[in-house]
């Protein structure tokens, strides 16, 4: 659309909103606001408008300001207890020092509006020192902070550290079923770390399958929106209208993630009680024959094998299933471990339990394999290491889940 033909028409400007929903309560929390250019009863997105790199700032500035009055005015006079989720390009921000935004919200005020219910989305791209400083001073308001398309467009989330965003927006758009992309999961799992560790939480966009609700859900969104949930509409959507179908939805992930917990459980036991009866058989055995034995017991359910002592030197070399045939790799003899993610949490664990431990899916730093490693105790100084392959995780029920 031609962005003069918008400036002229700025009263056919509206905004639309889009809900989004919260894991902990199942309602609508908030309103993402969202631009529409309205003709002869037909609704225009107006992002093209605001993303395209020829609009004049001041424009963009003035189309934003007249969506952003108009949600307020509707937001206000239906006395809205939720949040306003509200698009800002940086730069307009950074030009007058966040003032006009502000002076907007103001005039508000005295009609029931809080701080705390707008919370202000960054494009992750946008980062700059000043408006860092803008941002932390709209925080010390109780504004809320969301850092927008994240890992879509070219930018650092960790440059937001600083400003303790309060969400982080991940869409789901490059997620598809069929792909199954283990690259983005790894990012989406790495995301959810840095939002526990920064104490902001997720918020997944463009949900538009179940799939991809229940992929939220487990992987650490607190909060949800897309096309699956609501689309954007002309008014405030009832904030209960869901709540029944997301509990229901919500319990059925519970059960199958409960499931997946229990085959896994159920693989761990089977593991630790056929290598105890193994390990005391030949206790006064040479650790290399014990790897032996296990391999021969295991030899589906298992490519390498190796002991190590409590502070993570390997005491044996590796023992390792390569292209079906068993072979020690001494160059392993004696390399620490220590350095592993979770390797001394690990040993101190299973110290205290006594009993064997299972990891969750990770990739394999040589085969580059999905892999889950199960490790026990064989004495008091002594730790047996026992990586499943993909293709025996792969066979089973829930233990690639
Ligand atoms: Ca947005």
Redesign the pocket.
């Known amino acids: 659309m031609d962005a003069l033909e918008i400036m002229s028409n700025l009263d056919k400007v509206m905004p639309y909103y889009q809900p989004i929903f919260s894991a902990d309560e199942h309602k609508i929390i908030g309103y993402?606001v969202l631009g529409r250019y309205i003709e002869n009863g037909q609704v225009i997105s107006l992002g093209d408008f605001f993303h395209d790199g020829d609009t004049p700032d001041d424009y963009r500035c003035e189309v934003e300001d007249v969506i952003l009055q108009k949600a307020l005015d509707a937001f206000t006079n239906s006395k809205k207890e939720e949040m306003l989720?509200i698009?800002r390009h940086a730069a307009g921000l950074v030009e007058d020092y966040g003032e006009s935004f502000l002076a907007i919200l103001d005039t508000y005020m005295d009609k029931g509006l809080k701080y705390e219910q707008i919370v202000l989305?960054i494009s992750e791209g946008d980062y700059s020192k000043s408006l860092d400083n803008i941002l932390r001073y709209y925080k010390t308001l109780g504004i809320r902070l969301a850092v927008?398309h994240i890992g879509e467009v070219d930018g650092d989330i960790r440059h937001f550290a600083g400003s303790s965003p309060d969400i982080l927006?991940v869409s789901l758009r490059a997620l598809r079923k069929d792909a199954g992309d283990q690259s983005y999961k790894n990012i989406v799992y790495s995301l959810s770390m840095f939002a526990r560790k920064l104490g902001a939480s997720l918020l997944f966009e463009t949900v538009e399958a179940e799939y991809q609700l229940q992929y939220a859900w487990k992987n650490g969104g607190r909060y949800y929106q897309g096309f699956y949930l609501a689309k954007p509409s002309p008014s405030f959507a009832e904030p209960d209208q869901l709540k029944e179908m997301l509990r229901e939805k919500c319990s059925r992930f519970i059960t199958y993630e409960k499931k997946a917990l229990s085959s896994v459980y159920a693989l761990a036991d089977k593991i630790e009680t056929e290598l105890t009866s193994i390990i005391a058989r030949s206790k006064s055995a040479q650790k290399e024959k014990l790897l032996e034995e296990i391999a021969r017991h295991f030899d589906e359910m298992c490519f390498r094998l190796y002991i190590c002592d409590e502070n993570g030197f390997e005491l044996t070399p590796n023992y390792f299933k390569k292209e079906g045939k068993w072979i020690f790799q001494p160059e392993y003899l004696d390399k620490n471990w220590s350095w592993r993610p979770y390797f001394l949490e690990n040993i101190v664990r299973m110290n205290k339990n006594g009993g064997g431990l299972i990891s969750d899916l990770y990739n394999d730093i040589e085969t580059g394999e999905t892999i889950r490693t199960f490790s026990c105790p064989i004495n008091d100084h002594e730790y047996l290491f026992f990586d499943i392959p993909y293709e025996y995780l792969y066979d089973q029920e829930g233990l690639l889940y």
């Open positions: 993402e989720f698009n989305e927008d927006k």
